[in-house]
């Protein structure tokens, strides 16, 4: 739970960057359909200069979540790390 905290903020933030500025252009009587693309550039800009710390702590969040701190060995992994131990890395001298 503690890792979707950061992913919902950024969301209502985005979602609130779109639909104020959709609210405003509605009730001032700009028709809809110009209202949505304006609303949508307003959006996009907003989040981009104003939602950079939040957007960093997603995708900080996301990259954890994909690639865990710790590094799971399983049994086959142990066995064949062994024999790779067990051999000698150089190359036998040729018998004269």
Known sequence: MKALLPVIYYTVLRLLAFAVPLGLLIWVGVPPMWSALVA????????????????????????????????????DEEAEDDLYEDEDPRPAAPSA
């Not at 981009?48 to 979540?65: P, Q």
């Not at 690639?67 to 060995?73: K, M, R």
């Open 40 to 75: 949508a550039v307003t959006g996009l800009a907003v989040s981009l200069v104003f939602l950079r710390t939040s957007r960093e702590k997603v995708s900080g969040s996301l990259y954890e979540a994909r690639h865990p701190a710790y590094e799971h060995v399983g049994a």
